[in-house]
């Protein structure tokens, strides 16, 4: 397992960008898949995005398609999450995550602890 720490997360406005990042340590980072999943309060945790190992296939959550991109960067343990036109309901604790390329968390053996994004109007 490798472990993962989130940054990036803030208070924003609707419209604004963000991106969030996941550094992984470990060796091993380049063959796992990664993820993004987000709670939002009183809410499931929720697929947000997935890249492949040598990023080879990306996947998107269709509230999320056009407006975030999942990238990694093998040579610096890190994934990311690039947010773009942030809207009132992307509000949530993002969550990063280790695994196989798949879009269920069940998918995923390795979790960071999260980063709060809160978006306002």
């Known amino acids: 397992q490798v472990q993962l720490v989130e940054s990036g997360g803030g208070l924003v406005q609707a419209g604004d960008s963000l991106r969030l990042s996941c550094a992984a340590s470990g060796h091993t980072f380049r063959s796992y898949a990664m993820g993004w999943f987000r709670q939002a309060p009183g809410k499931e945790r929720e697929f947000v995005a997935t890249?492949?190992?040598?990023?080879?296939?990306?996947q998107y959550a269709d509230s999320v398609k056009g407006r975030f991109t999942i990238s990694r960067d093998d040579a610096k343990n890190t994934a990311y999450l690039q947010m773009n036109s942030l809207k009132l309901e992307d509000t949530a604790v993002y969550y990063c995550?280790?695994?196989?390329?798949?879009?269920?968390?069940?998918?995923?053996?390795?979790w960071g602890r999260g980063t709060q994004v809160t978006v306002s109007s």
């Open positions: 995550a280790a695994g196989v390329f798949a879009t269920d968390d069940e998918s995923f053996a390795s």
């Open positions: 890249i492949s190992a040598m990023s080879m296939f990306t």
